[in-house]
């Protein structure tokens, strides 16, 4: 599936997935189920507080948030702010690290624009086709 080696050349099968496809560490970071999301809205809307992402974040139950945050946290792409007052006050923001997916988020968006159509036609091509 990754499209960074030869297409010719295939790694042996006892190869590590990391050194087979060298992306795939990337993905397994920044395209879990829910860190797009979470990151897109910190880098969209700035620094948020846990039910202000809760809230963008359509469907995300608080026990998977604050998983993911605390691993986006782990991963150096989200800085946590915790404010020592009465009530106590946590803020989340996107890091350096994390602003700097800014430009492979755009390649992605300008790749979904241009063929999501294609790809949907696709499914409902394969999904008519008789034969299958």
């Known amino acids: 599936m990754c499209m960074a080696?030869?297409?010719?050349r295939r790694p042996p099968a006892e190869t590590e997935p990391a050194l087979a496809c060298p992306i795939a560490p990337v993905v397994d970071?920044?395209?879990s189920r829910w860190t797009t999301p979470i990151l897109w809205s910190l880098h969209t809307y700035g620094r948020q507080r846990f039910v202000e992402l809760e809230r963008r974040i359509a469907?995300?139950?608080p026990k998977v948030l604050t998983q993911r945050l605390r691993q986006l946290e782990r991963d150096g792409l989200v800085v946590r702010t915790y404010h020592p007052e009465v009530p106590p006050r946590v803020e989340y923001e996107i890091s350096e690290l994390g602003r700097s997916l800014a430009p492979l988020?755009?390649?992605?968006?300008?790749?979904?624009a241009d063929n999501l159509d294609k790809v949907e036609q696709a499914r409902h091509d394969y999904d008519a086709d008789p034969i299958r």
Do not use: N
């Not at 080696?5 to 010719?8: D, K, M």
């Not at 988020?105 to 979904?112: D, G, I, K, T, Y």
């Open 5 to 8: 080696r030869e297409a010719t």
């Open 29 to 31: 970071i920044v395209f």
């Open 59 to 61: 469907r995300i139950t």
């Open 105 to 112: 988020f755009a390649h992605l968006a300008e790749w979904a």
